[in-house]
Every structure is written in structure tokens, then in C-alpha cells.
């Protein structure tokens, strides 16, 4: 197949489904097109490239030249002037940019609607979310309209869509891949990640866009992780963890997550793999350095976009914590997170991996979250997510993977939790359970090529 043709079949694709699923906010018809023509050109010269060809979605909080970077908002954006660094590295690596997908306002919540685009749909289920707030981008590749999308993960915001599309999710260790030209994104929790159907093209995606530039202040040693999808890990130890990290509000653990995280480490157990129970001590200075870290970086994205946009009334009131937290205490959570990488980091003098759930709940109604208040937000988002932003703090790496489903058909999925630059293991092991699941066999109906019918929610 060419470029072309394939590349067609996804803007087709993603135009019949918009209506229903809404997973783009942008789609780049004209120039995708071009660069299709050019790889097919490029190939039958015989040049050859990681993912020369293949059809990419990047969520809007990435910039792409002249197009606007709205990251969930409403209002005049002006168009960006430069494209990414990672945007640039996919193009460099033959990729085909066909739009950038939705997100929530500024990234903040584990669902992907707002008052600037509407409800971005799961395609498992048309009622429920895609999650947060790369859900646009876990939506395009769950209904197959592109081989794989780029997301950002602040606090499990590639994860917990990867969770509840039954798809992989990489968040990869801080400074993987370059966020340039923001410098260091939401006082260093929010990474670039990838979101796919298996490991290997997700492993494949984030070596095509992991690298730096001179200015990033996050640079780990480069690393291949691809080469790794087919290695085998060798004999691990792994803790199995259901503790959450303190919260302001309480979450419990669903009993048919629980079952699925029991049904993985069970498979760990018959890879020859020491499983044991295990909690990552977290204590309370992480959980209390998270919300200065979180709510100062959202000041910095609200000067990017300028004045003519207009905020939720939740992002308003974030903003205004923004402000309380952005002198002292965040200079106080900055300042821990050494003791914090030797705090948490303690659990790795004893095993090699840690696995816990994604999610504490399956993926909530689109609707659910419309008409809450600042803080019914945020006690039914730590209900559902209270467990992936540890990992955003300490800038360490963690994979979704599937894990079943639950006896209403949504996704389920668990994470594989490792210390710094612990891309390749983790990779290693995804690709093990993998191969003994065959998680890419199982894909959800199409439903969204048929408009809702009046009165559908």
C-alpha cells in the first residue's frame, strides 16, 4: 500500500467519525497529503525511514507550524510559528501528520470534553470517556484512524486513556523526549508519551521522537528501546501494589481491577518472574509537592495563550491556586524531590518492577464531569485516578497495558512502574505479557461511522 492510499484511508476515517467520536480538534488534510506524496517519493527512491509514511496524530498541546496550539481552549490562538522539537524528529523519521486531537482545558482532568469542542467519545463504549487528558489522541488510535498518537502525561495523562481505550501507554522518563519550546512543562511533571496498539509500535514511535536539545534541562542518556520489545527480561522481582498515595479525597480499588491486576502478576508468576506484595513508600511531602508543581505551570500556559481566551470556571479557580502556590511552596516541592527519588526510590533495592493498577474505576460517562464544580471535579477525579501522579513527580518512567475488561465490556488496564531510565526493561516485559495476551487480536465495534441519533448524551 502507499503512503498515499493509507493516509487517505485515515483522513477518511477521521472525517466520517468526527461527528461521533470527536477525536480531533485540527485535521491537517492538504499538507498530510503532501508529505504522503513525498515518503511514497522517498521510497521508491529508495530511502528508508522509522515510520516513513505512516499516518500520526499529535494531541494539542504540541506545536505544529501555523497551526494554532489551543491545549482544550476557546478562544483566538495565534498559530505557532515553529514546529516542536518531537514533531519535528517524527517528521524527520518519515512520519505523516494528519492532525492534533483533542484534549481537556489545559490538560488538568482524566476526561477529554469541554465548552471549546464538545465530548470526545470511547470508542469501546459511546456513553463513557476516552480519559485525560490525551483522550483525543487514545480515541484516533483505538478506532484505528492512525497507527499511533503522541500525548503528554502530567499526571497519567497518556496512562489513564491508554487504560480505558485498551491500548499501550508510555510515559517515559522526564527529558526523553524534548519538550522544547516549552522548557520544562508544568514545573517538570508533564513529559511527552506515546499511545498504541502494541508495544512494538509504541516502542518504535517513541524512539523515532525521543532526543534533546541543547537547552533542555532534562536530558537522560539515550536509550533504543525498540531493541528491546523482543528480548526477554530475564528472571524479575516485582511487587504488586494497591496502596494509594495520600489524598485529599479517598479512593477504593474496583473489585474487577483488582481481579485483572491479580490475573497479570499471576502471569508474571508462570513467566518465571518472583511476584510478591509491595508498596512504594510515598509518605506525604510527594503527594503535597504535586499541586504547587500542577497548578503554578497552568500560570505559565495561560500567558502563552495570550488574553483572548476564555477559561472554565474550574481552570479559573486553578489559576487562582496557581498564584497562592507559585512562590515559596513551589520552590519547597521543587527543592524535595532528591529526597523523594531516595524515598520512593528504596522499594528498587528490593525488586526490579512495580505493579499496580492505572486506574482505580473503569472509564466514567462522558457527561459525568459536565456540570461539576471545582471540587466535585476534583474528589471524582483522585475516585478514579489517585494512583499514576506519583510517577510525574519523581520523572520516572511507567507503561499502561491492558488487562481485560470489565463484565460491562470497558477497558481495564495496569501499570509497570521502574526507577529512572528504565525504559528498556519495562518495554521488555510489556512485550513478554504481550505475547502470552495478544492484546492488538481484540478491537472495539464501529460505531462511530453512524451519527448519534437526537437525544443520544
Not at 502471569?267 to 513508600?281: E, I, R, S
Not at 521502574?418 to 492484546?439: D, H, K, Q, T, Y
Amino acid at each position: 500500500m502507499t503512503s498515499a492510499e493509507l493516509v487517505r484511508r485515515s483522513l477518511h476515517a477521521i472525517t466520517v467519525s468526527q461527528s461521533t467520536l470527536n477525536a480531533f480538534r485540527v485535521v491537517l488534510t492538504e499538507s498530510a497529503l503532501a508529505e504522503a506524496a513525498e515518503a511514497d517519493r522517498r521510497r521508491a527512491a529508495g530511502e528508508q525511514a522509522p515510520l516513513l509514511g505512516v499516518p500520526i496524530a499529535v494531541k494539542d498541546d504540541v506545536d505544529i507550524a501555523g497551526v494554532p496550539t489551543s491545549f482544550g481552549t476557546a478562544g483566538r490562538i495565534r498559530p505557532a510559528t515553529e514546529d516542536a522539537e518531537l514533531v519535528r524528529r517524527l517528521r524527520a523519521a518519515g512520519a505523516v501528520i494528519v492532525g492534533k486531537t483533542n484534549c481537556c482545558e489545559l490538560g488538568q482532568w482524566p476526561f477529554t470534553s469541554g465548552p471549546a469542542f464538545g465530548h470526545t467519545r470511547n470508542p469501546w463504549s459511546r456513553k463513557h470517556t476516552p480519559g485525560g487528558s490525551s483522550g483525543g489522541s487514545a480515541a484516533a488510535v483505538a478506532a484505528g484512524l492512525v497507527a499511533a498518537a503522541i500525548g503528554s502525561d502530567g499526571a497519567g495523562s497518556v496512562r489513564v486513556p491508554a487504560a480505558w481505550t485498551h491500548l499501550v501507554g508510555i510515559k517515559p522518563q522526564r527529558g526523553r523526549i524534548s519538550t522544547w519550546p516549552l522548557r520544562d512543562p508544568f514545573n517538570g511533571i508533564t513529559v511527552n508519551g506515546v499511545l498504541a496498539r502494541t508495544v512494538a509500535d509504541a516502542a518504535l514511535v517513541l524512539d523515532a521522537c525521543s532526543g534533546n536539545v541543547d537547552d533542555d534541562p532534562h536530558q537522560p542518556p539515550p536509550v533504543r528501546v525498540s531493541d528491546h520489545v523482543g528480548v526477554a527480561p530475564g528472571s524479575l522481582r516485582v511487587a504488586v501494589s494497591t496502596r494509594f498515595p495520600f489524598t485529599l479525597f479517598g479512593a477504593k480499588l474496583h473489585p474487577e481491577i483488582r481481579a485483572a491486576l491479580q490475573t497479570i502478576a499471576d502471569q508474571l508468576v508462570d513467566l518465571g518472574h518472583t511476584v510478591m506484595a509491595g508498596n512504594p513508600n510515598y509518605g506525604l511531602r510527594l503527594p503535597l509537592s504535586f499541586l504547587p508543581r500542577s497548578t503554578a505551570g497552568l500560570l505559565d500556559w495561560a500567558d502563552r495563550l495570550g488574553e483572548d481566551v476564555t477559561f472554565d470556571r474550574r481552570t479559573e479557580a486553578n489559576l487562582r491556586m496557581g498564584q497562592l502556590l507559585s512562590g515559596s511552596m513551589l520552590r519547597w516541592a521543587r527543592r524535595g524531590e532528591p529526597a523523594l527519588h531516595r524515598r520512593v526510590g528504596a522499594i528498587f533495592n528490593a525488586v526490579d518492577v512495580v505493579l499496580a493498577p492505572t486506574t482505580a474505576q473503569p472509564p466514567p460517562q462522558a457527561r459525568l464531569f459536565d456540570d461539576l464544580g471545582p471540587t466535585a471535579t476534583d474528589r471524582a477525579m483522585i475516585a478514579a485516578c489517585p494512583v499514576t501522579f506519583p510517577w510525574n513527580v519523581l520523572g520516572w518512567p511507567s507503561i499502561n497495558i491492558p488487562a481485560g475488561f470489565t463484565s460491562d465490556g470497558l477497558p481495564i488496564g495496569v501499570q509497570l512502574m521502574g526507577p529512572a531510565n528504565s525504559e528498556p526493561l519495562l518495554v521488555s516485559l510489556a512485550a513478554e505479557l504481550e505475547a502470552i495476551n495478544g492484546w492488538a487480536d481484540k478491537q472495539p465495534d464501529v460505531w462511530w461511522n453512524t451519527p448519534l441519533s437526537p437525544g443520544v448524551s
